[in-house]
């Protein structure tokens, strides 16, 4: 999985591969990008609550490293992601 962050938005990448050459390489991969997800200063989830989803993937690392794309998520609109 990937997060990418924009100055006018995010996005989330989701992709069958490890991030190793022989992966992307020599196999056949899926990968799913999120449409640009836009700030907000709502709690804007899909009806698939894939950000609540998300956000308790996440946090069960209990790793502080994760907490800034926590925190990003949090402040970004996924009601597009169906």
Request: no cysteine; proline share 1%; aromatic share 10%.
């Amino acid at each position: 999985m990937m997060l990418l962050h924009y100055s006018d938005g995010m996005r989330v990448v989701i992709h069958t591969a490890n991030l190793i050459e022989d992966d992307w390489s020599y196999r056949t991969q899926g990968i799913w990008i999120s449409p640009k997800l836009m700030a907000t200063t709502s709690t804007a989830d899909s009806d698939t609550h894939f950000r609540a989803d998300l956000l308790t993937y996440l946090e069960s690392y209990r790793d502080q490293k994760l907490n800034h794309w926590i925190d990003l998520i949090r402040k970004h609109d996924f009601r597009s992601i169906k």
